[in-house]
């Protein structure tokens, strides 16, 4: 977010609709507030007039939403909508505890009271000066570029084709680095080597487990038959067998 030089927030105050004669307590105030930091914000506020979120909801919805109270001239039109509701800038009549805004007539670190409203006189005499030499409200109030205030952006309505093609490109992108690693992996002659040593490697596991296999076979099919014909009378069929006994 930015912080704005006190012309700056005497245009944003002239755009949010108050009056001339209330512009230089409005940029005492946003000092006293903000610091003039756009994007101040605290549990309960935010911005150069730090609008309270809860208790001015509906305004905050009517202009856009929360995202917009860190726009200058947003932030402005709300206070200002504030302030007329109000009838002014201090409603209880107490320094240090007025409502709506709390800074209102206060000398603390952000400077005398007195010297933020000579602040305020002295900026409002700039935007005057700045206007007469041709400058608009909207170029001072930052719409020319100020940081952390929206700029319209002339690519926006091609955006959606933008990021469609941004997308395609990079699916693109992966499948010619993919290809490029199988035909370096295919390229190698060290690839190949690898590929024959599993195959080797796979082919003497399997024999070996035949080997094991066929000898348990063997010596299972022997215990069998030991079991079956006593003892001594294997040999003797066998002999018989061959002689046609």
Not at 39 to 67: F, M, P, Y
Not at 147 to 157: K, T
Request: charged letters at 15%; hydrophobic letters at 45%; a positive charge.
């Amino acid at each position: 977010m930015a912080t704005l030089k006190p012309y700056q927030v005497a245009a944003a105050a002239l755009l949010g609709g108050f009056p001339a004669s209330q512009v230089p307590t409005a940029v005492a105030v946003a000092r006293g507030e903000s610091s003039y930091n756009t994007g101040s914000e605290n549990s309960c506020c935010t911005g150069l007039w730090q609008v309270h979120r809860t208790a001015h909801a509906d305004k905050i919805a009517r202009h856009g939403g929360l995202a917009k109270l860190k726009d200058p001239v947003v932030n402005a039109t709300i206070a200002h909508e504030i302030w007329a509701a109000a009838g002014g800038w201090c409603t209880t009549g107490r320094v240090g505890q007025c409502n709506p805004w709390q800074a209102y007539g206060v000398s603390n670190l952000t400077g005398s009271w007195k010297t933020k409203l000579a602040e305020g006189a002295k900026a409002y005499a700039e935007v005057q000066r700045r206007q007469q030499a041709g400058e608009t409200l909207q170029s001072m109030a930052g719409s020319g570029g100020v940081e952390g205030i929206d700029v319209p952006n002339p690519l926006a309505p091609l955006q959606g084709a933008m990021d469609a093609a941004g997308a395609i490109a990079g699916f693109a992108k992966a499948i010619v680095d993919f290809a490029n690693r199988v035909g370096g992996w295919i390229a190698d002659p060290q690839s190949w080597i690898r590929v024959a040593e599993v195959i080797g490697g796979t082919l003497l596991f399997g024999l070996g487990l035949r080997i094991a296999f066929n000898k348990q076979v063997m010596e299972i099919g022997g215990q069998v038959v030991r079991a079956v014909v006593p003892g001594g009378k294997v040999t003797k069929l066998a002999t018989s067998a061959v002689k046609g006994k």
